[in-house]
């Protein structure tokens, strides 16, 4: 288990660096001038050259690199003089569009789409897994046909026509749900919900549909398994054979489906931000790639990756607890 | 997406124009700001008298209430020194900053440069435009009460003077000193910028050489006073110190802002501005399409929402053939800025071909492109309509034969560069080749990437013959277009600061710019119409197409809108909220 646990996440150091590597290599090798871009098409070549001592651009892209990952862990100074600023760990460098320091930026971001995400996972993994699960134990009636059909509507609509639709009909037409916008939680709990009611419900019906057939064919093809029908011949009843025992063996591959899923939302929320005005990591990240804004797409990449391969990391521990067949070697 | 690329250019750009009285621009209480194609009027600098305050009222307004800002992107720049983009310099300008002068609603649609922090529009000392005399106003007070002085003025043009906040125009500065061997007043440097003066409440500015338009110079936001105390340098962005007529309550950069009154603003000092409502709020990050849609449904508790983002193509149609439908929550007018086909004058040197360029140019297909005549009006000069000046002329009206005539059978060959950065720009470019063809032009069309198409352009050593540019006035006058585009002063001094496209210089057109550089505003303002006129006859160094038009729309509760020409864009300081009790929160 520990030897497991030590290999995981020395891989998991091993992943990330070579994704702030690569992705810091990327901007080199693009034929544009980043300090240019960011400056703007009507700037100064003094401008262009403080921004570019700013980001330190004159200076070897090695040396780049390794000051920009100890920064993340050390912070250190950006500019000189006058012009000197402190960026304090987690430093992952200033924007100079915006004006601020990254991980500002990213940690307002980051709880936005954490909402959007969670909030939409929570409810799509509920309405997927009971209706699958249900639609499973109704086999062949009206229940499993509509979940069915449900499904196959749900998988067909994409994200972009299903919040703008949201919007229109609920939003401006009946106007009976709340403009979408963020509210912290802990801020006021009930602005919170109305603020991401839509996003979830686009997120979820967009998203549902493939883990609910997963669920419910997972669950008929253990309920077709000779343990089972063992079970079933020991005299257990209906009930306990169908939730304990033919629930459980399903769970692994929806674990599995819904950690990716998780990690897909997550991805998702580009489009889900956007639609909505919510000011995220996928939008941010976005916006920070169109503009070729180096700091925030760094920043914006290495925390997707650290989200990715740690999500993956808990799935194989979840594994382990929910299948005893699985062990961690 | 010619839009998103014509912002992209002018950003940098800015003010321009004045209107006149015939102007339809009505920006009173029943609610629709037009301004269609209004010539600006030669009668543009105010007297002391035009200085005082207060601005007189708009028809209908209310005092008190919130108005409601959505858009995608924020503010870049606050900080007075760094604001050069239209919507950035409203609310600079409007709402948070005063400068030396400014420009003022007549009231019957026309603009006038008045003196807003100074007494008057500026005193030219010795009568040759190389002195001039600024006074500021009594009682003028900052956010927290304490005094404007004449002082924190130059403080405010030394800092732009610094290369790390040099974002903002430069006009100025490099009249000051050519050289630019001042940095600002940091690292220990000198407070008061060179060629500046500073005694008691009196500024003055010594030039070298004549410079009459140094009143509309100092109407740019780097003239507002910054006190040396409050100077946050980099971080000023963020949060300027008011000495308009309202003050940053609270900011989260890229997402929302909101604006208070500033106290200590007196009415009685201020010729431009109104404030009339108690609040602003702004929310940045929807997308320009849902923009337009929230507006346009207008649901409840949406009413006082306002954006400078223009009607999004898609739902343009919508509205512009539903007009009275959305009576009272429109603006819509035609802008200061051009759109053109540069010629590369250093590749295309035969005169035929140019002429053949402009005789045959498919300017109605090109405006039917681009949305209609609510997207651009025809143009047939480079100066547009709105600026004081402008000369009506159309010397190559539309004449394939005659294109065909020019080029007297020759095949010719060009390359046409356009901006890839949408489905639109392919379209336009095919058009362009059919059309062309026509006239027995071959185009060869090319693709250059978005990001560094204004780069390319630029560039003297481009291997392009055409490519579409655009331009907008940096202050009423033609000396703020031709020169830069069609002059010397655009020439290329790296690739990043040319604003001459076509790469055209004269002798005698240069002669021309001189002689008007030197003259007094309103004697220079009808020679640049004139100028304008004869570098398109003699040399047609560029093809002109159009002038931008544009339509907003606002929530219903919303009144005063109008169409602040010097910027293009929507006036705030005439804005107010029609029921002040509706939405107040």
Redesign the interface.
């Known amino acids: 288990m520990l030897r497991f646990v030590v290999r995981r996440l020395l891989l998991i150091v091993l992943t990330l660096t070579v994704v702030s590597f690569g992705t810091f290599m990327l901007f080199f090798a693009a034929p ?1 001038d980043p300090a ?2 960011l400056c ?11 921004v570019r001592d700013g980001l330190g651009l004159d200076r070897p892209i090695m040396t780049q690199y390794v000051e920009y990952m100890g920064g993340i862990f050390a912070g250190r100074t950006l500019g000189e ?3 000197a ?1 402190d960026c304090s760990a987690p430093c992952f460098g200033y924007s100079y ?4 320091e990254v991980s500002e ?1 990213v940690a ?1 971001a980051l709880p936005v789409s954490a909402s959007v995400a969670i909030g939409a996972w929570i409810i799509q993994t509920l309405i997927s897994v009971s209706s699958g699960v249900i639609a499973a134990r109704k086999r062949g009636t009206a229940v499993d046909r509509g979940t069915i059909a449900a499904t196959l509507i749900g998988g067909a609509l994409p994200i972009y026509f299903v919040g ?1 639709m949201l ?2 009909i609920f ?2 037409q009946l ?1 009976i749900l ?2 979408p ?1 963020y509210t912290p939680l802990l801020d006021d709990p009930l602005a919170f919900a109305g603020g991401m009611i839509m996003p979830w419900a686009t997120l979820a019906i967009v998203g549902f549909a493939f883990d609910a057939r997963l669920s419910r064919s997972q669950m008929l093809e253990t309920l077709d398994e000779d343990f089972i029908r063992t079970s079933r011949a020991k005299g257990l009843k209906d009930r306990v054979v169908f939730w304990r025992h033919a629930l459980r063996a399903s769970a692994t591959p929806l674990a599995t489906s819904a950690g990716l899923g998780l990690g897909g939302l997550l991805g998702g929320a580009v489009v889900t931000e ?2 909505f ?3 995220g990591l996928g ?1 941010l990240s976005l916006d920070a790639i169109t503009a ?1 804004n180096l700091p925030i797409v760094m920043a914006t990449v290495l925390i997707a990756a650290t989200f990715v391969v740690f999500g993956t990391f808990i799935v194989d521990m979840l594994y382990a607890a929910i299948d005893p067949r699985v062990r961690l070697s | 997406m010619r839009k998103h690329a014509r912002v992209a250019v002018l950003g940098g750009l800015v003010l321009s124009l004045a209107l006149t009285a015939c102007s339809t621009n009505s920006g009173d209480g029943s609610g629709e700001g037009t301004n269609e194609g209004t010539q600006g009027s030669l009668d543009i600098i105010g007297t002391a008298e035009d200085a005082k305050g207060p601005a007189a009222p708009v028809e209908g307004a209310q005092t008190g209430g919130t108005l409601k800002y959505i858009g995608l992107t924020d503010f870049t720049h606050l900080d007075p020194a760094r604001t050069y983009v239209g919507s950035f310099m409203m609310i600079q300008s409007g709402l948070l900053g005063r400068t030396l002068t400014g420009y003022k609603e007549v009231g019957d649609g026309s603009i006038q440069l008045v003196g807003d922090l100074a007494t008057d529009s500026g005193k030219d000392v010795a009568g040759d435009c190389k002195t001039w005399e600024f006074t500021l106003k009594d009682g003028l007070k900052y956010e927290d009460g304490t005094v404007i002085t004449a002082q924190d003025v130059a403080y405010g043009i030394a800092r732009s003077f610094s290369p790390e906040l040099a974002d903002g125009a430069q006009f100025l500065q490099n009249w000051l000193q050519e050289s630019r061997e001042y940095k600002g007043p940091y690292d220990g440097a000198e407070k008061v910028p060179p060629g500046v003066k500073v005694d008691g409440n009196k500024l003055t500015f010594s030039f070298d050489t004549a410079r009459c338009e140094v009143p509309f110079a100092v109407a740019m936001p780097n003239t507002t006073p910054v006190p040396e105390a409050k100077d946050t340098k980099t971080d000023y962005d963020n949060k300027p110190f008011s000495s308009g007529p309202y003050k940053i309550e609270s900011r989260t950069l890229g997402e929302s802002m909101t604006l208070v009154r500033n106290e200590h603003w007196a009415a009685d000092s201020d010729p431009i501005r109104h404030a009339y409502p108690d609040k602003w709020t702004f929310e940045f990050g929807t997308e320009p399409k849902d923009n337009s849609v929230r507006l346009d449904a207008n649901a409840s508790g949406d009413e006082n929402l306002w954006s400078f983002t223009g009607v999004h193509p898609d739902i343009l149609g919508n509205v512009t053939g539903n007009m009275d439908k959305y009576k009272g929550r429109l603006v819509h007018g035609e802008q200061k800025y051009n759109g053109y086909l540069a010629i590369n004058n250093l590749r295309v040197k035969d005169l035929a071909v140019r002429q053949a360029l402009n005789y045959a140019v498919p300017r109605d297909r090109w405006i039917q492109l681009n949305g209609g005549e609510f997207a651009g009006k025809p143009n047939t000069s480079f100066m547009t309509k709105s600026v004081p000046g402008y000369k009506e002329f159309n010397v190559y009206p539309t004449d394939i034969e005659k294109a065909k005539g020019l080029l007297g059978g020759k095949a010719t060959k060009l390359r046409y560069a356009y901006s890839n950065d949408g489905e639109l720009s392919g379209q336009i470019a095919d058009m362009f080749k059919e059309e062309y063809a026509k006239a027995g032009i071959e185009l060869e069309t090319i693709a250059i990437s978005p990001d560094d198409y204004y780069g390319q352009i630029g560039d003297p050593t481009n291997k392009y013959d055409l490519y579409w540019a655009g331009w907008g006035a940096d202050w009423p006058s033609g000396s703020t277009v031709i020169p830069p585009c069609l002059g010397e002063d655009g020439l290329v001094l790296d690739a990043n600061t040319g604003t001459n496209y076509s790469f055209f210089t004269e002798k005698t057109i240069e002669d021309e710019i001189d002689r008007l550089s030197g003259l007094p505003i309103t004697e220079a303002l009808p020679g640049w119409g004139e100028l304008d006129e004869k570098i398109l006859t003699e040399f047609a160094p560029y093809v002109p197409l159009d002038s931008s038009y544009n339509v907003w729309i606002t929530g219903s509760n919303v009144g005063g809108q109008y169409l602040q020409q010097n910027l293009s864009t929507v006036d705030v300081t005439k804005l107010f909220v029609r029921d002040p009790a509706l939405n107040a929160g």
């Open positions: 544009s240019r871009i703007g098409t009507r700037c100064q070549p003094a401008q262009i050259e403080a003089g006058d012009w600023k569009t915006q004006n601020q930026i307002r703008p919007l229109l939003r401006y106007e709340p403009q916008s956007s639609i005005g919510l000011n939008k070729r």
